[in-house]
DNA sequence: AATTGTGAAACTTTTCACAGCA
DNA sequence: TGCTGTGAAAAGTTTCACAATT
């Protein structure tokens, strides 16, 4: 084999990246449910794929399986958070404290995958200075002096649509690698940052697009 | 031309889908702005997207440009919904009202977009019972009773990953055409339905791994 | 002069199919 | 025998480039 776990020497497709992804959360509910091997075909007919997809997109990165036995569950879970980065744990800043960025505080699953959020920063006079789950609420005002971007590399903004565009150049400015924003509007983003829009709007708008289209129906019968 | 509009011959990537829906929301906030006309190279300047791809993407539904001149704003945002299926109003149903799903109640987007949250379900006997922005928030048990799948043809759920399977079989059963689920987890889809999953994990994920393997980077120096 | 709409080309991603190995 | 890893083929998506139109 060729050593891919020296350089990234192939532009990796995001599909493969968000796959992997998916693979590893499945791998850890197999892991807690005691399963010790499993074939990509196995893994493929979890997640709705083919085996030869999964096998592709594993084989960018090495050979981890086993010819004739499969993968060993722990060991790949491994591998893809090395893979993925999250072998090692992220340290996130919240702002916007309102009802979505309280149920990102409160989502489990960040913990078990290695998020932590352990900066909240909102606008609202009410609530800055409050402790929140043992955190306290600054200023919005004070992001550049309360951030240390050696810290905490990631940003999730769970504020209103008109705000994303400011914050995330000043996040720029802070040093901040990577933002996740939740609003349903399009933003100009530095060269230097990677930003994410988790827009719901557009899922339902897939959703009712397949819907309304089903491919075998006349989508204006005359 | 030939006459796209009576029927989809061709299979849409569901790229094109979600760009289509992304232009709608920019269209939605230039007509507020008061922009009347607009070219697929300003267009993709705000989006981040190249021109040809969306006079392509607009392409397999018809021609709704004037050559030299652009696209009309407005004409073009009514297309695109036609298209989405959201030129009429879609009626959702809710289950889980927790924290993350009264951010989605209280969501503003919604209402301009043509989506409606019209009932709610929870297993917290807390809550059954109680008016929440005038909705009586209903026992989950009583999905089969109190759905009607004529009205309500979508269903988001905001509840916690082990209880989001069972309810997917349910909400087939009762009819529901489409689901959006937030929980990180993989799970098995009814052949009649489409099921979209939102997880915020596997966003986070795409940005540590772009953040770990900067492409011009040794991912594991030697 | 400006910009669309679109075939064709280029590029990317997925699937196939099988050699190689446990 | 069973299953991976992977080149090669097939399928799908994006970009190019230009005729057509206002």
Redesign the interface.
Known sequence: MKDK????RQ?IS?ST??R???Y???LI?LEKGGTVTISSRKLAD???FTSAQIRKDLSYFGSFGRRGLGYNVKALKKRIAE????NKK?D?ILIGI???G???M??E??KG?G?HIKKLFDKNPELIGKKINGITVNSVDQLEKKVNPKRE??AILAIP?QDVQSLIERLNLIGI????YFA???V??PKSM?V?N????????????????R?DR???P?
Chains 1, 2 share one sequence.
């Open positions: 776990t020296t350089f990234i532009k995001d990246i968000r992997l992804s998916i590893l959360r499945t509910i979890i997640e709705g893979i993925l980065g999250t992220w996130i309102g009802r979505l309280s149920a990102l409160n989502y699953e960040f995958r998020f590399s990631l649509p690698k990577g933002v996740l349903s509007r399009t100009t983003v990677i994410r988790e827009d719901t709007t557009v899922e339902l708008e897939t959703l009712t697009y397949h819907i309304t289209n491919t006349p989508v204006k005359m």
